[in-house]
């Protein structure tokens, strides 16, 4: 599945219909994506279940593990509905919240099927940024508070009244949280990143006119939701524990908080075990603990959103790449020696013509493109055949 491409919904719907490792009720649907990180608004993983052709990209992870989410919040309460139905269910719910409204040239350009616009929809929930070039200066691109989607539909799907509002009060509740765990510790740069991250990810209320005041604290004690709950502890623990340790002045912050939410000791103690675990995982590829310069920054992130855009057009390139015999040629030598700077040149000259004839690579072809062309020639021998590359290695599966 290729959530970056066309028809990546209709393909879920056909894996999940097949699937017989469905989660069966809310708990382990929460556990499941806990895993991935998308609770923690950190996405490293997808559900297994889900087979995927390419790695993929934090994005698209994100935008699997969010339909995932609804997708089974909607089973666990309409359990006879079929997946057109889910489908209207969460466009609706979009809708009342205000998200995402699709303009006339949209439908155009997407169709008239639900699944296709819905792709719209849920990829403008995903990106914080609005095109490639600003997320390549960014080193976050995802929202972080999306879990609160899921929440929010969990309600909208029991009482369906006053959707908006709640999301609202998930928002201020969260950042407040996340402010005030912060505020227990001693803060470094991660801490503020992280926080950053979450400020940048707020949609349905404006930061600049939130109060920090500790108001917050009878809201989220006579919170009726055990979920809810769960997630507010869960970011509680994400926020305390990001520099592996946990001080007094924190553990009391979060065992108070805890205990005020109703939360046993063992409860508070579970959820700073799997935060620990989590970390412990995946501490490397969890974007806002990787300290770079800007200059690194935008080169890694670069590469990986040009390393996606080529290796989702691989067959157009094989066969672009093979109607030049020259460029071939020049390829295959580079495999094994080092091009001249004329044989390099000549290189980049053809290899511009033929980013011209695929749209989506059009990057290499804006002023400064020339830079990325290292990336690409890098990537070159994962393209060819193996013929043409006989140094390449083949990796033991």
Not at 61 to 84: C, M, Q, T, W
Not at 257 to 282: H, L, P, R, V, Y
Request: glycine share 4%; hydrophobic share 40%; charged share 25%.
């Amino acid at each position: 599945m290729n959530p970056s491409a066309t028809g990546w919904i209709d393909k879920f719907g056909s894996i999940v219909k097949d699937n017989n490792q469905k989660y069966t009720d809310f708990a382990q649907l929460y556990s499941g994506l806990k895993k991935t990180g998308f609770v923690y608004g950190i996405n490293i993983n997808i559900p297994q279940f889900i087979p995927v052709e390419h790695a993929l990209s934090e994005d698209e992870k994100a935008k699997i593990n969010l339909l995932s989410g609804l997708f089974y919040v909607h089973n666990f309460s309409r359990p006879d509905a079929d997946f057109e139905t889910f489908l209207g269910a969460v466009f609706n719910f979009y809708k009342d919240l205000g998200i995402g409204s699709i303009s006339f040239l949209n439908k155009i350009l997407t169709g008239k099927k639900t699944s296709a616009q819905l792709e719209k929809l849920i990829e403008s929930r995903v990106y914080l940024a609005d095109n490639l070039i600003s997320k390549t200066f960014n080193s976050i691109i995802t929202n972080s508070l999306l879990f609160v989607d899921v929440l929010t539909f969990k309600k909208y799907l029991e009482e369906g009244s006053q959707i908006k509002q709640h999301a609202q009060y998930l928002e201020y509740i969260t950042i407040n949280v996340a402010y005030h765990a912060l505020h227990s510790k001693e803060k470094n740069i991660n801490d503020e990143k992280l926080v950053q991250l979450f400020e940048s990810s707020l949609t349905f209320i404006a930061l600049e006119e939130q109060n920090f005041d500790g108001s917050y604290r009878n809201q989220l004690i006579n919170n009726p939701s055990q979920w809810e709950k769960c997630y507010f502890l869960d970011v509680s623990c994400l926020t305390l524990w990001e520099d592996k340790k946990l001080e007094y002045e924190e553990s009391e912050f979060l065992f108070g908080m805890g205990s005020d939410m109703g939360f046993s000791e063992n409860q508070i103690n579970s959820a700073i075990k799997d935060i620990t675990n989590f970390f412990e995982k995946n501490v490397e590829k969890i974007p806002f603990l990787k300290n770079s310069n800007m200059a690194i920054q935008f080169y890694d992130n670069m590469a990986k959103a040009v390393k996606k855009l080529i290796l989702r057009n691989r067959k157009r390139l094989q066969k672009e790449l093979s109607e030049s015999k020259e460029l071939m040629a020049l390829i295959t030598k580079s495999t094994v020696k080092d091009l001249s700077d004329e044989e390099k040149k000549k290189m980049q000259h053809q290899l511009i013509d033929i980013f011209k004839s695929i749209p989506s690579l059009a990057i290499f072809i804006l002023p400064g493109g020339a830079v990325l062309l290292p990336i690409f020639i890098k990537l070159i021998p994962q393209l060819l055949p193996s013929s043409f590359d006989d140094n390449r290695i083949e990796k033991k599966k």
